[in-house]
T-cell receptor, first 111, second 116 residues
Framework: DGGITQSPKYLFRKEGQNVTLSCEQN?????MYWYRQDPGQGLRLIYY???????QKGDIAEGYSVSREKKESFPLTVTSAQKNPTAFYLC??????????FGPGTRLLVL | AQSVTQPDIHITVSEGASLELRCNYS??????LFWYVQSPGQGLQLLLK??????LVQGIKGFEAEFKRSQSSFNLRKPSVHWSDAAEYFC??????????????FGSGTQLTVLP
């Protein structure tokens, strides 16, 4: 089955800790995206990547970092610099025509 | 920069009634438009999309949407709502950025409640 997987489903972060959210796709899509979702605010773009070893900041990149070493994988690290990390994080991928397909999401909570 | 407005934060309809969810966009060129649906704690599922051609677009689960350039709108409709349609609905507009990846701008969503 082709699709996008995100892990873990729930993640807990302690003060001052960096945490990494996983996103994997087997759709052979070139582009991958990370969004943050907060209640009543829709989705906001954190980072996106069009090809391996290249990525661009989105609207709210501060406090986050990404890597794209493989076509299938686009992990997101929430650093200690992100002061309000509690949110639902969604990963997506797309082919050239731009339709984005989403993973099931990871909910990040702060202890 | 593009933007999307979903004027209705919450809509309640009775099962079997018709539904229309509003979406207005702002974009300088021909937009690429999408409707997604999200169940609680889940990812987003694509309902339908408009790229070009026929302005009335059919999607999954009996949904359709009509692109009206003169009104900058892309409203989602369903003739008869089912209880399983209760979810949050997001409209999005796509823009071509540098390269081939298209960034999507999302509206803030409309929460649909279906009464038995």
């Amino acid at each position: 089955d082709g699709g996008i997987t995100q892990s873990p489903k729930y993640l807990f972060r302690k003060e001052g800790q960096n945490v990494t959210l996983s996103c994997e796709q087997n759709l052979n899509h070139d582009a991958m995206y990370w969004y943050r979702q907060d209640p009543g605010q829709g989705l906001r773009l954190i980072y996106y990547s069009q090809i391996v070893n290249d990525f661009q900041k989105g609207d709210i990149a501060e406090g986050y970092s990404v890597s794209r070493e493989k076509k299938e994988s686009f992990p997101l690290t929430v650093t200690s610099a992100q002061k309000n990390p509690t949110a639902f994080y969604l990963c997506a991928s797309s082919i050239d025509l731009g339709t984005q397909y989403f993973g099931p999401g990871t909910r990040l909570l702060v202890l | 920069a593009q933007s999307v407005t979903q004027p209705d934060i919450h809509i309640t309809v009775s099962e079997g009634a018709s539904l229309e969810l509003r979406c207005n966009y702002s974009y300088g060129a021909t937009p690429y438009l999408f409707w997604y649906v999200q169940s609680p704690g889940q990812g987003l599922q694509l309902l339908l999309k408009y790229f070009s051609g026929d302005t009335l677009v059919q999607g999954i689960k009996g949904f359709e949407a009509e692109f009206k350039r003169s009104q900058s709108s892309f409203n989602l409709r369903k003739p008869s709502v089912h209880w399983s349609d209760a979810a949050e609905y997001f409209c999005a507009v796509g823009a071509i950025s540098s390269g081939s990846a298209r960034q999507l701008t999302f509206g803030s969503g409309t929460q649909l409640t279906v009464l038995p």
